[in-house]
């Protein structure tokens, strides 16, 4: 079982930046591909970005913003610049754990944290 606390959510005005942490339990973190999704009212989940010993992003993100992961501290961050209103959504975090092949895909998941609210205003 594994466990994922997401924090580092709030408001902040378009061109801003929020960086987001994702602290998980498990004695094999390094191992786990690290995903970022969120989701927006009336929106299914998508996909943002993702880590394992690679990043991959979405194309609505790229170019700014940044995964990263300290495997010491079982921790991965996402870090947010040039925010735009349509980034406003909740923001979750995901971890997929036997196969360590990065996924854009929700079902590829195992476990996922409760999610923290980001909002962009104009």
């Known amino acids: 079982q594994v466990q994922l606390v997401e924090s580092g959510g709030g408001l902040v005005q378009a061109g801003g930046s929020l960086r987001l942490s994702c602290a998980a339990s498990g004695r094999t973190f390094s191992t786990y591909v690290m995903g970022w999704f969120r989701q927006a009212p009336g929106k299914e989940r998508e996909f943002v970005a993702a880590?394992?010993?690679?990043?991959y992003y979405a194309d609505s993100v790229k170019g700014r913003f940044t995964v990263s992961r300290d495997n010491a501290k079982n921790t991965v961050y996402l870090q947010m610049n040039s925010l735009k209103p349509e980034d406003t959504a909740v923001y979750y975090c995901?971890?997929?754990?036997?196969?360590?092949?990065?996924?854009?895909?929700?079902?590829?998941?195992?476990?996922w944290g409760p999610g923290t609210q980001v909002t962009v205003s104009s």
């Open positions: 995901a971890a997929r754990v036997n196969i360590v092949v990065i996924s854009t895909r929700v079902s590829a998941y195992d476990y």
């Open positions: 880590i394992s010993r690679s990043t």
